[in-house]
């Protein structure tokens, strides 16, 4: 009678476990939020440069139209061309000023330099 027992509080043990840990787990985060995040993150830690936007195009993607903003910019004499997709952002940029050739600065993370910004909700590089 005693080993009924220990293995029905066992397992109504492992159930209450198990249905804590689906109630209280962690939702994965959307693409949108990693990308505000990695854009907070590069406002904080981020060394500035300077680049030079080569293009501004607009894509038809599966979610709808979205903007990239391309951008070439050189950090310890390598040279590197990157995009940023600035869909969420163009309340604080002028995209019809945005040429070919038109100098900014850019915000890199100085342990990989390939992650870099050009604009986020705090901080702008692109000169008017």
Do not use: F
């Amino acid at each position: 009678m005693i080993p009924l027992r220990l293995y029905s509080l066992i397992l109504a043990g492992s159930g209450a476990v198990l249905a804590a840990y689906l109630l209280l787990r962690r939702k994965p985060k959307s693409a949108d939020d990693l990308e505000r995040e990695r854009r907070q993150w590069l406002d904080q830690i981020g060394r500035i440069t300077d680049g030079t936007v080569i293009d501004v195009q607009e894509m038809d993607s599966g979610k709808g139209p979205s903007t990239l903003l391309i951008y070439q910019y050189d950090v310890a004499g390598v040279s590197y061309e990157a995009s940023q997709d600035v869909t969420y952002l163009r309340q604080w940029i002028n995209l019809h000023s945005c040429r070919l050739g038109l100098p900014t600065s850019v915000r890199y993370d100085p342990q990989n330099p390939g992650n870099s910004i050009v604009v986020s909700e705090k901080w702008m590089g692109l000169r008017q």
